[in-house]
């Protein structure tokens, strides 16, 4: 999922990117926020953070800064987004940088502090980082069949015990990041269908 804040940076066609804006709204002044941070303001109802109406919280960076949802081999994705870089840079006509993240947490903070402009989310943080960093998503993935999905696979070795699901009942099995859909939050959803009900156990 690709995301851009709700601090609004001029110059950057609508259409290809949003980038986060923080509103700084008082309780007084916002009639609705929904989920979102203190920071943010909804009363357009459409689940994310409002183009701030007072030009002063607009902000106008000399550089955009673009990065990925943290991945083993930054320098990797820094290349496949290069024509993307080009594209927005030249769109914009303003200087677009990769900057590599360690983490999701990173991303959403840099992203909150108006450090980042535009993101790009695996599906688990996308919404902490809507209501906490005011991220405003418009992509995703795909081709030009369509959006691209993935699917959630349990694998075990050829010899394992175990070969169906509900077998692992009663057993500890060890996932990612909570925030994570593939890795966590949709085996909590697509388990109980399996017959397997998750519990979730603190880490020591």
Do not use: W
Request: overall charge positive.
């Amino acid at each position: 999922m690709f995301t851009v804040s709700r601090r609004r940076v001029s110059g950057i066609a609508a259409a290809v990117v949003m980038c986060s804006l923080a509103t700084a709204a008082t309780s007084q002044e916002c009639k609705n926020r929904g989920q979102l941070d203190q920071l943010y303001c909804d009363e357009d109802h459409d689940l994310v953070a409002d183009v701030p109406s007072d030009l002063k919280k607009l902000r106008d960076p000399a550089t955009l800064t673009f990065t990925y949802t943290p991945v083993e081999n930054p320098a990797v994705y820094q290349s496949v987004f290069k024509p993307l870089i080009d594209f927005v840079a030249q769109c914009s006509g303003k200087p677009f940088a990769y900057q590599p993240m360690q983490s999701n947490s990173a991303e959403i903070a840099a992203m909150r502090t108006g450090d980042l402009h535009v993101a790009g989310f695996s599906t688990g943080p996308t919404v902490l980082a809507v209501n906490s960093a005011g991220a405003i998503p418009f992509a995703t993935k795909g081709t030009a069949q369509g959006p691209q999905g993935y699917h959630l696979l349990s694998i075990v070795k050829k010899d394992s015990p175990y070969q169906k699901i509900v077998e692992l009942k009663g057993k500890r099995i060890a996932h990612t990041s909570p925030s994570s859909n593939s890795g966590h939050l949709a085996a909590l959803v697509l388990y109980p269908s399996e017959g397997l009900n998750l519990m979730r156990i603190a880490s020591p």
